[in-house]
């Protein structure tokens, strides 16, 4: 099985690939969009969760996803379908660093990409060349939220503190009009529904080496989450505008 097939299973029951819940996802979403006519973009879509829930709830929006899983695209393009949405999405199949548009979008997302654009700052700084005047950022990163163990840090490398991480974001130029920290509810509930998600599945194929391979996957997950990282990871939402430059010549 491929990580990608795993990561699928493992989201079977938690389609928003972030520990939020929906009640988080709808107010984070409410504070970028504040209009409900705006243009949205995604950058590393995956199955373009955030997109869909804010399409199927604000019937003049426009939005477009990019990712690099075809995959992911396939399935947010039936969902989309289902919804009845498609026809107000656009989805691209490329790296989300390298994607262009001729437009600019009112709200930029990244929930959980920064990997895919080298860190934090990296990322506020594609989503910058997307912006159009007056518009919104909706980022998610994690952080530290207590002193690592090695084992933590070996999961998810150098992360700062949740106060490093917001003072970065203000001297690259944003404001936060709207945050959000996952709750250690919202953190456990995240973690037990995707292997919770990937051991069920591979019990009920007990005869298929993909469903021992799945198990192993689940077991090695949770083992690695309660022993490595539990007390110590967080996850940082912020919905940001961009400071105005008062720099005088």
Do not use: N
């Amino acid at each position: 099985m491929s990580r990608e097939d795993i990561s699928g299973i493992a989201h079977a029951d938690h389609p928003i690939k972030a520990p939020l819940d929906d009640e988080s996802v709808g107010r984070l979403l409410g504070h970028g969009l504040p209009r409900g006519d705006e243009r949205v973009l995604d950058l590393g879509c995956g199955t373009a969760e955030w997109l869909l829930r804010a399409l199927a709830t604000r019937p003049r929006l426009r939005a477009e996803g990019v990712d690099v899983s075809e995959v992911a695209l396939r399935q947010a393009g039936r969902t989309a379908s289902a919804l009845g949405v498609e026809g107000r999405l656009v989805l691209h199949h490329q790296e989300a660093a390298d994607f262009r548009s001729p437009q600019p979008f009112d709200l930029v997302i990244s929930v959980g990409a920064s990997h895919a654009f080298g860190g934090l700052l990296p990322t506020l700084a594609a989503a910058r060349e997307h912006l159009a005047p007056g518009g919104r950022v909706l980022i998610g990163e994690s952080f530290w939220d207590r002193d690592p163990s090695p084992a933590a840090i070996e999961a998810f490398g150098d992360l700062a503190d949740l106060a490093t991480t917001v003072d970065r974001v203000v001297a690259d130029g944003w404001t936060p009009v709207h945050g959000h920290v996952s709750t250690r509810g919202e953190l456990d509930a995240y973690e037990w529904a995707c292997w919770g998600s990937l051991a069920s599945w591979a019990l009920d194929r007990p005869a298929d080496p993909a469903g021992t391979q799945a198990l192993e996957a689940a077991t090695a997950a949770r083992s690695q989450w309660l022993h490595g990282y539990r007390d110590s990871f967080g996850f940082l939402c912020l919905v940001l505008r961009q400071t105005p430059d008062t720099t005088e010549e």
